[in-house]
């Protein structure tokens, strides 16, 4: 293939460094780029996935035609139809987070731990982009099934529809890191085994993320996170998501929990509760009280939660500066719109579009007498 001025593109195999120093006998699967005459072997944790690329050949064999490597040591040189090629490895972790530095230290993150409580278009984009900053444990835990209609709002695409939305998830999450550690669970919050968490939850490194969008389900995450000494923040949906509200507690620092603050679940307030089984083969939607709003709208509230949860991982960390922690309240309000035609009486308690509160207090219920019952108890 030549390029705009006549130039032969050269074939070049992009390959961590970790593999080509140890280059086992066998498949190599991941995929050939032909526009750009790049062959990129997938590393070691996606053997499984990818486009059978060619064999990697025993020390002294002739090349095979098309593409193959011959073992060199514990190396090996590349082929295709003969003529050898060009290499260019990486080192996979610090290739993929070189980006990050200076604003989220690498080995800091891989440390962090993440419990993301539903695994829909809330926590599917919340587990992305903590990966992304560089999170290396997960415990993703939701009963669903990836669908059709979660399509248009959800991280995941119509190759995982039939799929349980933790495993589409997850291999996601190892599409942007292969060495992440995820643990599933395929049910709900209340049924987790407790030997996961106890195995996963370090105090301090740990946050829980309720997204499931049910107050009730935020109550029971709170006081579990309580107990592991962990974090936790909540990300929730007002009618067609256009408002939302964020809330967070931190162990140890004399805040409400969610019950204490917002109460048990049960009170009626304009955030939409997700209902498991309004998605049905109804032919007509009209009426439905559907999970709120569009992606974008449902993204742009997300993104404030997601950065609240990266200052939160980093509060012990000296030298990291926090983005909102510190800014914003414990209880936080942000609206994608003011328009009343669209949210109703309930979008006069902003000024303008877009607009994030920071000054909402909560504070503790009748019966905490000042104290977090929960941590109250932890304590004894």
Known sequence: MLNFFGEEIKKTVFISKEQLENM??????????????????????????????GNVLPEGSAPAEGFCAVKKGASAEFFFDGEKLEVESYELYQSIFSRNKGILETPVMQSKRAVILGCGSVGSLVAMELARAGVGNFVLVDPDTMEYH??????????????????????????????????????EIQNIPKQILDEFCVPGDTVFVGCADNRTADVYSNRISIYYGAAFLS????????????????????????????????????????NHHIYSNQESTE???????????????????????????????????????????????????????????????????????????VGFGENCKGRCRYEVIEEK
């Open 235 to 274: 990300i929730g949906f007002w009618e067609r998501a256009f408002a939302g509200e964020i809330f967070y507690h931190i162990p140890g620092e004399n805040m409400p929990c969610y019950e204490c603050a917002l109460g048990n679940g049960s009170n009626p307030s304009a955030r939409a509760e997700a």
């Open 150 to 187: 979660n399509i248009c709002r959800h991280q995941c695409g119509i190759e995982d529809v039939g799929d349980l939305k933790v495993n589409c998830l997850t291999r996601k999450l190892k599409n942007i890191n292969p060495s992440v550690n995820i643990k599933t669970f395929g049910g």
């Open 24 to 53: 086992p006998e066998g498949e190599m699967r991941g995929k050939y780029i032909a526009d750009t005459e790049i062959i990129n072997i997938f590393p070691e944790e996606l053997r499984g996935r990818g486009d059978f690329l």
């Open 287 to 361: 009426g439905m009280k559907f999970e709120p709003g569009i992606s974008v709208d449902i993204n742009f509230i997300t993104t404030i939660g997601i950065k609240l949860i990266i200052d939160i991982l980093n509060k012990n960390n000296p030298d990291y500066r926090p983005r909102l922690l510190g800014h914003l309240t414990q209880y936080t309000l942000v609206s994608n719109t003011s328009d009343p035609e669209i949210g109703g009486e309930m979008v006069e308690i902003f000024s303008y579009p877009l607009q994030v509160t920071t000054s909402l207090r």
